[in-house]
Nanobody, 118 residues
Framework: QVQLVESGGGLVQPGGSLRLSCAAS????????MGWYRQAPGKERELVAD???????NYAASVKGRFTISRDNAKNTAYLQMNSLKPEDTAVYYC????????????WGQGTQVTVSS
């Protein structure tokens, strides 16, 4: 079993910054992809950014240049540094870890609320 614990969400003014953390524990293989997704009210869940164990990153166009994903492989922890936040970034942010060995293994955190408002 795999557990993901997110932290770092909250309320921030437009233009502000937040840093999310996701700590993974349990039966995790070393070759995996960790990512952050978000879901705003009335919208589908969407990819924000993900990162491979080798450090290759992928970002949604809407956050490129403002958000930075990173990870500490020794700690099985991923981070999302969010700068220049906009009201449209308001959503529940979910951490994800996945890998494929014979089948896809796909795990989610409980989500953390990010609200950007003045």
């Amino acid at each position: 079993q795999v557990q993901l614990v997110e932290s770092g969400g909250g309320l921030v003014q437009p233009g502000g910054s937040l840093r999310l953390s996701c700590a993974a524990s349990g039966s995790i293989v070393s070759i995996n992809v960790m990512g952050w997704y978000r879901q705003a009210p009335g919208k589908e869940r969407e990819l924000v950014a993900d990162i491979t164990v080798a450090g290759t990153t992928n970002y949604a166009a809407s956050v490129k240049g403002r958000f930075t994903i990173s990870r500490d492989n020794a700690k099985n922890t991923a981070y999302l540094q969010m700068n220049s936040l906009k009201p449209e970034d308001t959503a529940v942010y979910y951490c994800n870890v996945r890998w494929a060995i014979l089948r896809l293994y796909d795990y989610w955190g409980q989500g953390t609320q990010v609200t950007v408002s003045s």
